[in-house]
């Protein structure tokens, strides 16, 4: 009886640790909010990162996207892949590598129309030194690390 509580306990943290290891499509932390409460649409609008406001949300692939102002939140309704981060909103550089890690909203490039956000500016130098390269290994890792 012991041996069969004890194969079951380790059966089970087993299961719970692959469970707890998938990644969420989008980087919400623990908050749910995406992009650290940053509004996406500012990157390509405003050509920086501005915070966003609670009074202009929208819930858009299992997270909460807030936005400065209303006319972004439209834009982004409107087209949420065309503003949405890519890899989720997690490190490019780190998806590049094959794992995920959260972003600080000053690290972000757009490359190609599309927004790409790093931990932080050394890591966002070290992506910047090739990033088409980069890029194309992040992809291939993508879906990979969601299935994880």
Known sequence: MKLFIRLAAVVLALFSTAVLRAEKPVNTTFTGVAIKGYDPVAYFTDSKPVKGSSDFIHE???????FASAAHRDLFKADPVKYAPQFGGYCAWAVSRGYTAGIDPDAWKIVN???YLNYNAKVQSQWAE???DNISK???NWPKI???
Request: proline share 5%; net charge neutral; hydrophobic share 35%.
């Open 130 to 132: 090739n990033i088409p």
């Open 138 to 140: 992040a992809e291939e």
């Open 146 to 148: 969601l299935k994880n």
């Open 113 to 115: 129309n599309r927004l």
């Open 60 to 66: 858009w692939n299992g997270a909460e996207w807030r």
